[in-house]
């Protein structure tokens, strides 16, 4: 199966843990996207009753366009899952995720539900996390005091490499859904990823970073071949 395949029998795979009833967590990126499609059709096929609360408004948009009951946090503060993809996962289900620059609602919403599955092609699982750049969501007031901050705490956790500002091919700046920035850190590897985690929420100005720790429970990765459950090691 080509990587698209892979995420699309990834993502079918996810629907033999939704049932009905449930409150869903719903990623943002292109395999969480295919993901909220075989939902839809399957809420639809099945009769379901499904609320989902979205993790960006991309992820709204496709899903109200689809049909699906939306609701939010406010709302629906417990979540029975959360179904969401990863730019990199290892075996112990450590996560790097916001190459799609949601993982602020991301990280909120699959803390606020008692499971999350990753949902991936095989590329994205990896012995070891980092070659990804780690996104960083930081307040844009001061954020270069802030991304200076970030290169110290690093260094402490044996990280370097360039930290750059997200950003379109006029420079403008990539903005998120709550109008903060995100830096891309190019560290290659990560030999600390918990502590380079807490390091940097530590920083004033850092909302919070890519690195999804003791969050997910399980993942499903699409092979050439077919699908395979990771649990945690
Ligand atoms: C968005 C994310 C996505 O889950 C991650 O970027 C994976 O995206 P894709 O499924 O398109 O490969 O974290 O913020």
Known sequence: MTPDEQKQAA???????????MKLGLGTGSTAEHFVRFLATHVTEKGLDIVGVPTSERTA????????????????????LTIDGADE????????????????????VATAS???????????????????????EVIPFGCEVTMRKMVDVAKDFGCSGKIIRRADEFDVPFLTDSNNFIYDCHFNLLPDPDGLSAGLN?????????????IATMAIVGTVTGTDIVSRS
């Open 61 to 80: 948009a496709l899903a109200t366009r689809l049909g699906l009951r939306l609701t939010h946090l406010d709302e629906t503060p417990y979540l029975d």
């Open 202 to 214: 530590r920083i004033a100005g850092v909302v919070d970073n890519g690195l999804f720790i003791g």
């Open 11 to 21: 993502s079918r795979r996810a629907l033999d843990y939704v049932e009905s009833g």
């Open 114 to 136: 008692d499971r999350m599955i990753v949902i991936a092609d095989e590329s994205k699982f990896v012995k070891s996390l980092g070659k990804f750049p780690l996104p960083v």
């Open 89 to 108: 996962l290892d075996s112990q289900l450590r996560l790097v995720k916001g190459g799609g620059g949601a993982l602020l609602r991301e990280k909120i």
